[in-house]
């Protein structure tokens, strides 16, 4: 799959560290191990991400079938779907027996990363991050049209984000919400996530300021390089992140037996 051949072995240890800090950026409830395949399940949210099978080592290749059964009584227990994160990590072997089976990819996504610009320090901080938890999630909630029910969910898995992270709203006098995202900063890097625009303000310039406020306040926590994740299938929002700088890194997919 291209999702494979997108990276060389050369560069396994940086996807290893772009994905030990996705895990801490966007934490799932409940963590469990199997060999080196790391089981991420959480109940008070659908995201994908918190609800999958993620193979960490390519040579933990024993017992597929087995394994994959035992997860999927992990993930009945939740009311999930088994859902497999295909990454350059996974093992061939159970990428083809995902092939055989005919396990589709329902969802591609690109990892990637850029240098976050010295701060011009004659320049004040224009945006700060909120404190209020709530009112984020509600603006979030708002711009993205979810429902109020998803509100507890997110609320907790932002809540239980450990490193430092800097949560952005902008609001219009008329209008309210317009724009949020948050930002995690973890030693060197930050992760740039939830980004979201109202539809009524996009090509206007908000996704650039939101973008840039969360990268200024990075970098002046001692952040220098910044990393994200966007769906492959979404051109407008890589258009912006490609005028920062931000370059793939590599992609992966979820795979799910009979979608």
């Keep these: 799959m291209a999702v494979q051949d997108t990276i060389s072995k050369a560069d396994l240890p940086n996807v290893r560290r772009l994905e030990a800090v996705g895990f801490r950026a966007w934490p799932a409830a409940s963590v469990q191990y199997d060999g080196s395949w790391l089981i991420r399940l959480t109940a008070g949210h659908d ?36 859902t497999v994160r295909q990454t350059p990590l996974t093992p061939p072997q159970l990428i083809a027996f995902m092939d055989e089976h005919r396990w589709p990819v329902f969802s591609e996504t690109i990892v990637m990363m850029a240098d976050i610009p010295p701060n011009d320090t004659k320049e004040a901080i224009e945006h700060l991050p909120l404190r209020d938890v709530g009112r984020f ?25 450990k490193p430092e992270c800097g949560l952005f709203l902008f609001e219009a006098q008329d209008e309210g919400p317009i724009a949020v995202s948050l930002a995690v900063h973890d030693n060197d890097l930050a992760g740039i996530l939830q980004v979201a625009v109202s539809e009524s303000v996009r090509r206007q310039g908000v996704g650039s300021a939101i ?25 407008a929002a890589i258009t912006l992140y490609r005028k920062f700088g931000f370059r793939d890194v590599y992609r992966y997919a979820y795979r799910r037996e009979g979608v």
């Design 47 to 82: 995201s994908k991400r918190l609800n999958s099978v993620n193979p960490l080592d390519p040579s933990d290749s024993r017992d597929i079938e087995i394994r994959l059964q035992k997860a999927a009584k992990r993930f009945s227990d939740y009311g999930r779907p088994l």
């Design 137 to 161: 999630v509600d603006a979030r909630l708002q711009i993205c049209g979810e429902s109020s029910q998803d509100k507890a969910g997110l609320t907790e898995v932002i809540n239980a984000i």
């Design 211 to 235: 973008v840039n406020a969360s990268l200024r306040w990075a970098r002046l926590r001692g952040a220098r390089t910044a990393w994200l994740s966007v769906e492959s299938d979404n051109d």
